[in-house]
């Protein structure tokens, strides 16, 4: 039996696949309606999309604590973690992580994903077989590092009403947005670690579309790709996706996950993420 050089933990910026490797503690999020606080999964996702559907004050979302993240270590019982962040230009996460280290007595590596959900999630897959396989922590980064500089993540939503809501987007530009039936396309820029508005479409479906274009101009027509769907309340959203990214793309593997609660907030109940990847994984090149 391998025995494992180190554990891996994880926050709430993630959306587990069931067919990945993604089952490793996590320090969550919480999800604020007003003077009630909920952790990351610890709310029904119907009702959350009740609650935002009904209008009332929108919640706000709060980063892991230090204790959190200490949390999620112990569950290891391993003094030697590898902690994979979401995205610092989103979060503060990070920062929680890094407070975190004077209360942890092990040995702690921290890693910035410089993205969320999907993309996340195919880095802590990249991690926890390493560790599962018993390699190294260095051959851990450098998987991981492999998988976070070919992973792309690009997403859109129906309306721009809940970003409005939650002030990162003005009154007017979404009220101009609503009138216009513009459905944002959005990609995560690993640079700087944020969103970028790369393209707008005038339905759904279109915008749908616009994701995929996205993704074959990135990678090339007919490239065999790993791709992880993401949808809100309608998963047959995904299921459209899938067959776009199949009529160009051979899909070497893919799953479906619902965006978490925090992300949900942010992009109100309807959305539509990818999160796509060419080629086999790293060590399996």
Same mark, same amino acid.
């Given at each position: 039996?391998?025995?494992?050089?180190?554990?891996?933990? +994880?926050?709430?910026?993630?959306?587990?696949? +069931?067919?990945?490797?993604?089952?490793?503690?996590?320090?969550?999020?919480?999800?604020?309606? %007003?003077?009630?606080?909920?952790?990351?999964?610890?709310?029904?996702?119907?009702?959350?999309?009740?609650?935002?559907?009904?209008?009332?004050?929108?919640?706000?979302?709060?980063?892991?604590?230090?204790?959190?993240?200490?949390?999620?270590?112990?569950?290891?019982?391993?003094?030697?973690?590898?902690?994979?962040?979401?995205?610092?230009?989103?979060?503060?996460?990070?920062?929680?992580?890094?407070?975190?280290?004077?209360?942890?007595?092990?040995?702690?590596?921290?890693?910035?994903?410089?993205?969320?959900?999907?993309?996340?999630?195919?880095?802590?897959?990249?991690?926890?077989?390493?560790?599962?396989?018993?390699?190294?922590?260095?051959?851990?980064?450098? =998987?991981?590092?492999?998988?976070?500089?070919?992973?792309?993540?690009?997403?859109?939503?129906?309306?721009?009403?809940?970003?409005?809501?939650?002030?990162?987007?003005?009154?007017?530009?979404?009220?101009?947005?609503?009138?216009?039936?513009?459905?944002?396309?959005?990609?995560?820029?690993?640079?700087?670690?944020?969103?970028?508005?790369? %393209?707008?479409?005038?339905?759904?479906?279109?915008?749908?579309?616009?994701?995929?274009?996205?993704?074959?101009?990135?990678?090339?027509?007919?490239?065999?790709?790993?791709?992880?769907?993401?949808?809100?309340?309608?998963?047959?959203?995904?299921?459209?996706?899938?067959?776009?990214?199949?009529?160009?793309?051979?899909?070497?593997?893919?799953?479906?996950?619902?965006?978490?609660?925090?992300?949900?907030?942010?992009?109100?109940?309807?959305?539509?993420?990818?999160?796509?990847?060419? %080629?086999? =994984?790293? =060590?399996?090149?």
């Amino acid at each position: 039996m391998t025995v494992p050089q180190f554990a891996v933990v +994880t926050d709430g910026g993630l959306d587990a696949y +069931t067919g990945l490797k993604n089952n490793v503690p996590v320090a969550p999020f919480s999800v604020i309606f %007003g003077s009630e606080s909920f952790r990351t999964h610890d709310i029904a996702r119907t009702e959350l999309y009740r609650r935002l559907e009904a209008g009332g004050p929108h919640p706000t979302s709060a980063q892991p604590t230090p204790q959190d993240w200490l949390q999620a270590y112990e569950q290891t019982a391993q003094r030697n973690v590898l902690a994979l962040t979401i995205s610092s230009g989103l979060s503060g996460s990070l920062n929680s992580a890094e407070q975190s280290r004077r209360l942890f007595p092990g040995k702690l590596t921290i890693h910035d994903s410089r993205t969320l959900s999907a993309a996340q999630a195919f880095q802590v897959h990249a991690a926890q077989t390493a560790a599962e396989r018993g390699e190294s922590l260095e051959t851990a980064l450098r =998987w991981v590092r492999q998988v976070a500089d070919e992973t792309e993540l690009y997403f859109t939503i129906d309306t721009l009403e809940y970003l409005r809501r939650g002030g990162r987007i003005g009154r007017v530009a979404a009220t101009l947005g609503g009138l216009l039936n513009l459905k944002p396309v959005i990609h995560v820029d690993k640079t700087t670690g944020t969103y970028e508005n790369v %393209g707008r479409a005038r339905s759904y479906r279109a915008a749908i579309e616009a994701v995929v274009a996205q993704i074959t101009r990135k990678y090339g027509e007919g490239t065999p790709l790993r791709v992880g769907f993401l949808y809100g309340n309608i998963q047959q959203d995904a299921d459209v996706a899938r067959e776009l990214v199949a009529a160009h793309h051979p899909i070497l593997w893919d799953g479906q996950a619902p965006v978490n609660p925090v992300l949900n907030i942010h992009t109100g109940p309807r959305a539509l993420g990818i999160a796509a990847a060419p %080629g086999p =994984w790293p =060590w399996e090149k």
